[in-house]
């Protein structure tokens, strides 16, 4: 009977085993497949995007941008500067307007970011972000020209800082005629970041982990409550995002990318004092159901820290991204401020 007893427990084991063996053989492809799918293929309204646009090097990497001759005999010029974790895509909803209205309209993807390059391990920075925008521009021929910079989140940043390299007079840096921000987190006390974001960028050795996790799932379920309830990208419109993201392995990079958010606290008052001492005009549209950047906190620490700033604030129902969710609101909004002057 002890026999039976320690035979049928050696059996129990050696399947409890067995079962174990069995799920990890079946686990393992399961996972190395899951790794590996491929990035989406691009719509045709992304693969336009892309194939109408350009690419040049800075530093032996590739970097996309997009450049549109306009209004004929104008010598105004827009440089547009894109958010995270998307691109210069987010631009194309006002892109035919600006055009009626600029000679040139110029964006790109930031390294790191859309159809750019996306090296790894690499320190991405704003500084160097900046310095990409700067040569951009070199290699246009217009590092001579009025510049008028619009931008929106991540892109404000950038801003700030072009804005600090032109206040300091450095030579090669950008002549700035006006800037216009966008929902962005120019104030580090008053953002409140994604808590995937606060995971990505503080996780350490998970970082790694959960971006190879990241999916399609995961990344429209994390960007969607940053739209307004009525301005709610479609599925098609989210899959172009994050086609965006997956190419060049770009979902890879999303940890090192938001280490913007570290450096945006170490450097407040390089960017903020810029802001707060030029003398050029500045303006800033604000979807105000941003939970990134709430109302009414962060519009008050705005228009305390700069008084002379105008402010364009949408209707209740806009958020986060504004050019896409109220893209005529955002447009003459724009235009208001660009013909004030």
């Known amino acids: ?33 899951y790794l590996h799918i491929p990035p989406p293929q691009l719509s045709p309204a992304l693969h336009s995007w ?12 590739r970097i996309f941008y997009q450049d549109s001759v306009g209004v004929v005999g104008s010598p105004e010029i827009v440089v547009l500067l894109h958010g995270f974790p998307t691109s210069s895509y987010d631009w194309y909803k006002i892109w035919e307007g600006l055009t009626l209205r600029f000679h040139r309209v110029i964006a790109l993807d930031f390294l790191g970011f859309g159809f750019s390059d996306k090296p790894r391990p690499h320190h991405y920075s704003i500084f160097e972000q900046a310095s990409i925008v700067e040569a951009l521009l070199r290699h246009l021929g217009l590092q001579n020209r009025r510049i008028n910079l619009l931008s929106h989140d991540y ?17 090669g840096r950008l002549t700035i005629k006006s800037l216009c921000l966008s929902n962005g987190g120019i104030f580090p006390e008053t953002h409140r970041p994604l808590l995937l974001q606060k995971l990505l960028k503080d996780g350490g050795v998970l970082s790694p982990i959960l971006t190879r996790l ?34 060049n392995d770009g979902n890879l990079v999303i940890d090192s990318l938001l280490q913007y958010i570290n450096q945006r606290k170490k450097f407040r008052r390089r960017w903020v004092g810029a802001l707060a001492s030029v003398t050029i005009p500045i303006h800033f549209i604000y979807g105000p159901l941003d939970p990134i950047n709430p109302y009414p906190e962060f519009l ?15 209707d209740d129902h806009i958020s986060h991204y504004p050019q896409l969710e109220d893209p005529m609101g955002f447009l003459n909004a724009y235009m208001g401020f660009i013909n004030s002057f």
């Open 50 to 61: 892309k194939t109408s646009g350009k690419f040049f090097t800075y530093k032996g990497l």
């Open 155 to 171: 892109g404000d940043i950038v801003a700030q800082e072009l804005l600090y390299r032109y206040k300091q007079n450095r030579s």
């Open 300 to 314: 008050e620490l705005y228009r305390k820290t700069l008084p002379r700033s105008t402010v364009s604030i949408l």
């Open 1 to 33: 009977q002890v026999f039976k007893i320690r035979s049928s427990s050696l059996f129990k084991d050696m399947w409890m085993r067995e079962w174990w063996v069995q799920v990890g053989l079946l686990a393992v492809p399961l996972l190395a497949a």
């Open 214 to 247: 990241m999916n399609f799932f995961v990344f429209s379920r994390g960007l969607t409550p940053v739209f307004g309830p009525y301005t709610r990208p479609s599925e098609s419109e989210l899959w172009d995002m994050w086609a965006g993201i997956r190419n």
